[in-house]
């Protein structure tokens, strides 16, 4: 009978990205400030914001932060779309909310 070898047989190697995901994480903490900033500027900084939010939607995905990555492309989406003002702080609060989740 075969039997699936155990972790302590076969250890996972390290993950190779673990410290990318490190380096994302920080850098997700100094863009939440910019964020806070933009919010507080809304509306206005348009070309700041969609920066923010393109940079952050591409890097979360890539380093497994999906929700992240959602929340910045709906804002992108929304600020290319040029939506009201209440979409996009609706969309700019469920970013920072959620980059804060994850932070914590």
Known sequence: MNTPPTSQ????PNDPFAPLRQRFLARCADQLGELQAVREALPGSDDTLVRLAHSLAGAAG???FAEISVRASELE???????????VRAALDA???EIERTLA
């Open 95 to 97: 970013l920072i909310a």
């Open 9 to 12: 047989e076969h250890p996972i």
């Open 77 to 87: 989406t929304l600020l290319i779309e040029q939506a009201d003002g209440g979409s």
């Open 62 to 64: 890539t380093f497994g």
